[in-house]
């Protein structure tokens, strides 16, 4: 197994809740990470699964130095990353966000948003950085003209591909893509993951790829991480995850893709109960309140996450029953 290029050890986070109306206490702690731990390895795709409010964007944050962690660490190469380095790493480091709308500075052109990082990461000449940034539009099908024009001039799509070149433009070695086409039309998604893929294919970077989408993430990723109210509950190869689901949540998800098949026998996994308050959250298992094959330990204590074997790892008790216990 090849040394991990980025390690995300024990991380936690809290956000403080703001005080309410009536009220100067503030209104409580929102636990959006708790005791998260990975290893994302060179050339491959990690993709991080989870519903909205699981802690996947606060993850891609730390992980980028944009946010500090309460506690636990990330390492890049064997170097902590924190807000204190990030200009050091970052060229080495980049991120495509979730909407190409306000990832980009209205009042800049195509031509200074995409050469900034040069002029921050680089010592490259204005002449270099010209060059540069034209041949990898060109690549990605601008021409010369639109350098000039503004963001309000492209469709999301065609601004997305400008978020990813200004990504690309430093040569990174690793890209956090936080929800990069969930903003977009379906009829633009499959182009923007076939790019990503595509410049994976020719530039060996590494990914992390956030989604809520599970068939996009079966599309991309080698390997899939699920997250549940900011714990990680499964972790796993992508073949293995699908062919050997053991969290019931995953099941969830997994029996949520959309098969294009009238006659294909289709059986959903329907959640029901509610989402417990990230504000008080109840001990043992944070999917207790929707899980259907609950029992009194899962109420009790937090499953670890334990290594089930082939590189599967899971956080629940009665991981190996498929039917209730």
Do not use: W
Not at 1 to 6: E, F, L, P, W
Not at 102 to 118: G, Q, T
Not at 287 to 313: W, Y
């Amino acid at each position: 197994m090849n040394k991990a290029q980025v390690e995300i050890k024990n991380v936690s986070k809290n956000f403080q809740r703001g005080k309410g109306f009536f009220s100067k206490k503030n209104a409580g702690t929102v636990k959006a990470l708790n005791d998260v731990s990975l290893e994302i390895f060179p050339g491959e795709t990690l993709g991080l699964i989870g519903e909205s409010g699981c802690g996947k964007s606060t993850l891609s944050r730390v992980v980028m130095g944009l946010l500090d962690s309460d506690s636990g660490s990330v390492f890049y190469k064997g170097e902590k990353v924190h807000n204190r380095i990030q200009n050091q790493l970052h060229g080495a480091m980049q991120m495509v966000f979730q909407d190409p709308y306000l990832s980009v500075d209205p009042r800049m052109n195509v031509h200074r948003i995409v050469e900034e990082p040069l002029r921050i990461h680089t010592k490259l000449s204005r002449h270099e950085q010209s060059e540069k940034s034209m041949s990898l539009m060109e690549s990605l099908g601008f021409k010369a003209n639109d350098m000039n024009k503004f963001p309000h001039e492209f469709s999301g799509g065609q601004l997305q591909r400008i978020g990813i070149a200004r990504a690309f433009i430093t040569d990174p070695e690793f890209v956090v893509c936080d929800e990069p086409v969930s903003a977009l039309d379906m009829s633009i998604q499959a182009q923007i993951i076939n790019l990503f893929m595509q410049l994976q294919q020719e530039r060996g970077v590494t990914y992390l790829f956030v989604s809520h989408d599970m068939n996009v993430i079966k599309h991309v990723s080698n390997r899939i991480a699920v997250m549940y109210m900011g714990h990680l509950v499964e972790l796993a190869g992508k073949k293995e995850l699908f062919s050997s689901t053991m969290h019931p949540y995953s099941r969830a998800l997994i029996s949520a893709i959309p098969v294009p098949n009238p006659r294909h026998n289709y059986s959903r996994v329907h959640l029901t109960g509610e989402l417990p308050s990230p504000l008080n959250m109840p001990p043992g298992c944070p999917f207790q309140t929707r899980c259907n094959i609950v029992r009194d330990i899962c109420k009790e204590s937090m499953p670890p996450l334990v290594d089930a074997g082939n590189g599967h790892f899971v956080a629940c008790h009665f991981h190996n029953r498929q039917e209730n216990p």
